[in-house]
């Protein structure tokens, strides 16, 4: 199999011939879904759209996204240091699964692989120990009897479910993970007191978050360049760059990597002070389906980094922009608050709506 270099999915400049042998490769089916997700990031890095590799090649857009963040996962797991038999289970499968496992920090993408090959965990476990372990190093100390072992993290996480439940059934099932998990013995002693301990503790549930779809065409404002004030030359015209949108959001590129885009004026959005936007789609938002590749505009105020439970924040994750709701007062830097979150608006057929005449009939 190829070797993952730090350099192997960052190179852009390829040779026609370079990518025709991957194309080729990805149509083939040739190495392993590991060298597809590196071979996939390199065309996309290139210059060519996920849609234009499908066509080529028959992976689908959300099947380059799935392999690509996989490979990353699985280079960086790697680094970290795993045994061979975490390694071989993954080199011939698994890219869905390592998916899952994105947001954890490089550190412990190793460790919850261990723990999903020890385990033989599905891919909705996967999810559940990677964000049990997301939450578990937010903590400021770590829980009474507890280690920072990844596995009393899960176990940690089961043992706080068992604790908002009051169906026995329901506290019996969480109780057998908790244990299947728990690594120190003493982890195991404090799920094993949850037996006998059948008092409920009341949690606070997460917000939701702040959707807005827009509606009407008059939502969806333009940004048009100005070219000067009259009296006007001619050269003056013609060097102004022509200005291409971006759909779904009209947003536009000039010169350099700045781009912009254009926002209803709600009075949410003017009470910003200083507001950036970021965009997003399902996978990176919290409590949102993974598989929504819907695009999404996140409007965030950085000057509000004041906690508060009844929204959301951006925060650091390794160097990594990472959305997130806090039940207390986390331990950890807040760099905005979550204003609103803005769909696109939805056209049946946009060909019909470039047609004035049929509109009116």
């Given amino acids: 199999m190829t070797e993952l270099t730090p350099n192997s999915v960052n190179s ?5 011939e370079e990518s025709e042998t991957l194309i080729r490769n990805l149509r083939q089916k040739q190495g392993s879904w590991v060298e597809w997700g590196i071979a996939c990031s390199k065309l996309q890095k290139s210059g060519l759209s996920p849609q234009t590799i499908f066509e080529a090649t028959g992976f689908e857009p959300i099947q380059q996204n799935q392999i690509i963040v996989g490979s990353q996962v699985y280079a960086s797991m790697e680094k970290s240091g795993v045994s061979q038999e975490v390694r071989s289970h993954f080199t011939g499968r698994g ?6 496992l994105r947001l954890l920090a490089h550190s412990d993408r190793a460790a919850a692989a261990d723990l999903i090959v020890t385990h033989g965990l599905n891919i909705d476990d996967a999810r559940e120990v ?6 578990y190093t937010r903590l400021s100390s770590l829980p009474n009897g507890f280690t920072s072992h990844r596995g009393d993290a899960v176990a940690y996480h089961y043992w706080r479910l068992i604790r908002q ?3 026995m059934q329901e506290r019996s099932r969480l109780i057998a993970k908790g244990l299947k998990f728990a690594h120190s013995l003493n982890a195991r002693q404090q799920i094993e ?4 301990d059948f008092s409920v503790v009341q949690t606070r549930s997460a917000p939701k978050l702040p959707f807005y779809r827009l509606q009407t065409d008059e939502e969806l404002a333009r940004i048009v360049p100005v070219a000067g004030q009259m009296p006007l030359s001619t050269d003056d015209v013609k060097a102004v760059p022509m200005v291409e949108e ?4 009209g947003m536009v590129k000039f010169a350099g990597e700045q781009a912009w885009v254009t926002l209803p004026g709600w009075q949410v959005v003017l009470k910003a002070e200083d507001p950036i936007v ?3 789609s399902g996978e990176f938002l919290p409590d949102a389906p993974n598989s929504s590749t819907e695009p999404v505009l996140v409007v965030v105020d950085r000057s509000e980094r004041e906690w508060d439970a009844n929204s959301y924040f951006i925060t650091d994750n390794s160097g990594q922009i990472e959305l997130q709701w806090f039940e207390t007062k986390p331990d950890v830097q807040l760099l905005g608050r979550v204003v ?6 939805k056209i049946l057929d946009e060909e019909i709506t470039k047609d004035v005449w049929q509109i009116d009939e």
């Fill in 165 to 167: 439940k009051n169906d």
């Fill in 193 to 196: 007191q949850l037996l006998m």
């Fill in 340 to 345: 609103v979150l803005i769909r696109p608006k």
């Fill in 130 to 135: 990677a964000r049990a372990i997301k939450d």
């Fill in 278 to 280: 970021i965009l997003s």
């Fill in 246 to 249: 971006i759909r779904p959001f």
């Fill in 95 to 100: 890219s869905e699964t390592l998916y899952e």
């Fill in 12 to 16: 852009d400049e390829l040779s026609n």
